[in-house]
Nanobody
Framework: QVQLVESGGGLVQAGDSLRLSCAAS????????MGWFRQAPGKEREFVGY????????YYADSVKGRFTISRDDAKSTVYLQMNSLKPEDTAVYYC??????????????????WGQGTQVTVSS
């Protein structure tokens, strides 16, 4: 079983920063890449960003481009989401997810096999 554990969420004010972490553990799995998604109340889960384990540039949703940065620590099997200049509209539960193959788009929830439990990020105005 693969486990993904997010941490780092919290309540901040607009303009503040947060860093989320996602640690992967459990059985060895095919590591293609890791994605971050978020889901606000009453809305569908949406793509935030993606990074490949093998390297290359990360991908970001337009809504977070220039403010959020994804990075990884291979030795720790951990992926990070650095969120700067947070806005109230960034308020959501943030999920990390592991991609094992190329069966679906990185922008779709269907492209990921394993999911973390989510961590709440609340940005007050």
């Amino acid at each position: 079983q693969v486990q993904l554990v997010e941490s780092g969420g919290g309540l901040v004010q607009a303009g503040d920063s947060l860093r989320l972490s996602c640690a992967a553990s459990g059985r060895t799995f095919s590591r293609v890449g890791m994605g971050w998604f978020r889901q606000a109340p009453g809305k569908e889960r949406e793509f935030v960003g993606y990074i490949r384990w093998s390297g290359g540039r990360p991908y970001y949703a337009d809504s977070v481009k220039g403010r959020f940065t994804i990075s990884r620590d291979d030795a720790k099997s951990t992926v990070y989401l650095q969120m700067n200049s947070l806005k109230p509209e960034d308020t959501a539960v943030y999920y990390c997810a592991a991609r094992e193959d190329y069966s679906d788009s990185i922008y779709s929830t269907g492209g990921y096999r394993y999911w973390g439990q989510g961590t709440q990020v609340t940005v007050s105005s």
